[in-house]
Structures are given as structure tokens and as C-alpha cells.
């Protein structure tokens, strides 16, 4: 299928392709690139602010306020439009790149199988009916495919290029992937509740699908190494659960292709919060560490409390940043990570969805958990937002209250 872009839409584009362009050129921008750099390679910095607003964009951006007619030119303004409001209101530490990311046309293939989910309408709560209801179905399994349109994505990215090129640089860059927990994927097969029985009904079988699993993703890495399909996430690519990947410890050499020994890896298991540590141990542990051995560098965690199986997550390869959630014990996480990882604190959400915009209660947080992690290299992650309660304002005002807490904490 032919990509058009409509001479009134490809103006609307220009001029906002133009505006990102000016944003990512202040000078303010290079200061927080060298800001990413410092704090990833643990020296000493303030603690960095990163808000996301997620499906809040929604509420920030409706269809409504769009300006293109066609429907590639709309996705695309919506991008342009987000990097504006990033650079403009949001006003965090996220980096205004120089750059438009296209990425491949492309399919990719379940495990052979796939949860039939029921409910989920306009991003509602769903369940699912697990297919995979014996483990005498595993032969069933299969691992994904992908399968790349080059000749779709050259259009795509030749198309970018006369469209806007001039103004702001295109670039094609593909995340293949966000995590290789795999953890969501066997509950998906299997189903939450059954997977947790599994560990004590049929713990080899949950150890043989395990590992078809890690097998898989393997495979899955291997051949995007093999076809030269990796990108480098050194840069102010999104690594882990938050933070970007800016460091200069990863050797790069631009003479070959990239491989994932020089990239960041990220693992979490966020299903499995319920299970103790030595049980995550058993059945967690040992599937995702040959996955995060071929990384550089790494992350670990998400919205799971990690401080009861800290010691078994320290033991993954060269791990950098972890994510310390709402639930979790700031103390603990404090202490256990001391000034060895960063700390990547993620701020509750709720205050930014709540019927009222509690001030008060968002300084009293932020004051506690800056008390707590004087000693770490902290950075706030704000996500995780599923409504900003339709007042984009919030974002704003959330940034600016956080960069009045880290100032009096300063000069505390």
C-alpha cells in the first residue's frame, strides 16, 4: 500500500517539524544531554525528572485538536505536536532530539499461540482465556517470527525525507522490544492464577516452558543481530522502565553492525510480585539472566517492589539502573542500592489522576523520598498515567513542584 502525504498536510508537518527543530537546537538541551551522561555513569548529579505522560496524551492531544487529514500525516503530527508540548510545557529533563524516528514496516508472530482477551474496550480493564490449558500443548508452541517489508519501509522513510528532511533529520531506528521479562508472556499462556499454582503442581513443566521462552527471545535476538536489524540505544533511546540510554561506556564501533553486547538490556517481572524471593529464584532467575548476559548494560524492574528479592536481582550482569515502584520500600531500596545503581524512583501516578490536585500531598511525598535517597543517584520517573484527570496542566505543575522540592532539598 502507497504512503501519501497530501500537499495541505505536508505544510502542517513542515511547520511543526520546524518548531521541534528550534526546540532541540537550545543550548538547554545539550546541558541535559551532559546531565544523562553523568548520572548513567554514577557520578555525582542532581536527580533527574523524567514525566511521561502515557495514555494521558490523549487528553493532551485529542484527535479533534489535529490539524492533518490523512492518516499517516496525523500520526505523524501527533509525534511532532508531543515533542512541542515536551519542550514547551512538560519542561522535564527528557532531551528535544534533532531527529524523526522511523521505524519498520513489519509483522511479527505469536508463540503459536495467544490469549483470547474479553472486555479491554476504549483501554478498559480486560481478562483473558489462556490457550495454553495442559501442558501436553507445549509441543504446540512456536517461536515468533519476524517479518520485515523492506521495500514499505524504504517508502516510509524516503517519504519522511521529502516531506520534512530538511528541517528536521530522519533516521530509521526499530525497538524490537521493550522487555524480555517473558514473565507476561507465560501468564498470557497460561493464565496468573495458573502460573502460580504451577510453581508448586507442576514445577518441571513450568521450568520446560520457561525455557522454551528464554529459547525463543534468544532466537529472536540472534536473528536480528544476524540481519543487521539492531539500533544502538546509547543515545536518548528509552532504556528500561525509565531514564535514557545516553552513556560513552558502551564501545562502539561504527564499522560494524550493532549487536546487543553494545546495547542496554532490560528485564522485569511484574507478574510474579506475589512469589517469594527464593521461588523467583528458581523459576525467574535462571531464564532471564542468560538474556541479560548479552548486554553491556542493564536494567531491571518496573512496577514490581523488588527489596525482598534485591539479592537475587543484584546477581544479574552488569545492571545499572533500578526501578524502585510506588509500592515499594524506599528505605530498603535506598539502602540495598546505596550509591552503586541509579535509583530509578517512580513518583505515585494517582496524584496526577485524582478528582484534585493535592499539592501539599505530592511535596510531602517528594520531600520524604528526597530525605531518604541523599545518598543515591536518584532520578524521578513519573508514569504509568492513565488519566491526568482531563487537565494537562498537571504534567507542568508536577515538574515545576519537583524542581522546587530538589532545590530546597539542596540548599537543606
Known amino acids: 500500500m502507497p504512503f501519501i502525504i497530501s500537499p495541505a498536510d505536508r505544510e502542517i508537518l513542515r511547520g511543526l517539524a520546524g518548531r521541534v527543530a528550534a526546540l532541540a537546537a537550545r543550548p538547554v538541551e545539550s546541558e541535559k544531554r551532559q546531565l544523562w551522561y553523568d ?15 502515557e495514555n494521558g496524551w490523549h487528553e493532551i492531544l485529542p484527535q479533534s485538536s489535529l490539524a492533518c487529514q490523512g492518516d499517516l500525516a496525523r500520526q505523524w503530527e501527533f509525534r511532532l505536536r508531543q515533542e512541542i508540548f515536551w519542550g514547551e510545557s512538560i519542561k522535564d529533563d527528557r532531551v528535544i532530539e534533532p531527529t524523526f524516528v522511523i521505524s519498520h514496516v513489519h509483522t511479527e508472530s505469536d508463540w503459536g499461540m495467544h490469549e483470547t482477551r474479553i472486555g479491554g474496550d476504549h483501554g478498559g480493564a480486560y481478562r483473558w482465556d489462556s490457550p495454553l490449558t495442559s501442558y501436553d500443548l507445549l509441543g504446540k508452541l512456536r517461536f515468533p517470527q519476524i517479518t520485515v517489508d523492506h521495500a514499505s519501509t524504504a517508502q516510509l522513510l524516503g517519504l519522511a525525507h521529502q516531506t520534512f528532511g530538511d528541517l528536521l533529520p530522519v533516521r530509521l531506528h526499530t525497538n524490537w522490544w521493550w522487555s524480555l521479562g517473558m514473565t507476561w508472556t507465560a501468564a498470557s499462556l497460561r493464565g496468573m492464577e495458573q502460573l502460580m499454582l504451577d510453581m508448586y503442581d507442576e514445577p518441571e513443566n513450568l521450568h520446560r516452558l520457561m525455557a522454551f521462552l528464554r529459547d525463543g527471545t534468544l532466537a529472536k535476538l540472534n536473528f536480528l543481530e544476524s540481519n543487521h536489524l539492531l539500533f544502538p540505544n546509547t543515545a536518548g533511546t528509552y532504556v528500561g522502565s525509565g531514564g535514557f540510554g545516553f552513556t560513552r561506556e558502551i564501545p562502539r564501533d561504527s564499522s560494524i553492525p550493532i549487536t546487543t553486547g553494545q546495547m542496554w538490556g532490560f528485564c522485569e517481572s511484574q507478574e510474579t510480585v506475589g ?8 523459576f525467574i532467575f535462571p531464564y532471564q ?7 553491556a548494560l542493564n536494567c531491571y524492574g ?8 534485591l539479592s537475587v536481582v543484584k546477581q544479574f550482569p552488569r545492571l545499572r539502573r533500578i526501578s524502585v515502584s510506588p509500592a515499594a520500600d524506599l528505605e530498603k531500596m535506598a539502602e540495598g542500592l546505596a550509591d552503586a545503581y541509579i535509583y530509578s524512583m517512580k513518583p505515585q501516578p494517582a496524584d496526577l489522576a485524582m478528582p484534585t490536585f493535592d499539592e501539599a500531598l505530592i511535596r510531602e511525598r517528594l520531600r520524604r523520598a528526597l530525605t531518604i535517597t541523599r545518598g543515591n543517584h536518584l532520578e524521578l520517573v513519573m508514569k504509568d498515567n492513565h488519566t491526568l484527570g482531563n487537565e494537562p496542566r498537571r504534567l507542568t505543575r508536577w515538574v515545576e513542584i519537583a524542581r522546587e522540592e530538589l532545590a530546597n532539598a539542596h540548599r537543606a
Not at 302 to 309: G, S
Request: glycine share 0%.
Open 39 to 53: 548520572h548513567n555513569s554514577l557520578r555525582p548529579t542532581r536527580p533527574l525528572i523524567f514525566c511521561d505522560p
Open 289 to 295: 539472566k542468560p538474556l541479560l548476559d548479552k548486554f
Open 302 to 309: 518496573c512496577c514490581e517492589p523488588l527489596q525482598t528479592r
Open 275 to 282: 512469589i517469594s524471593p527464593d521461588q523467583f529464584a528458581e
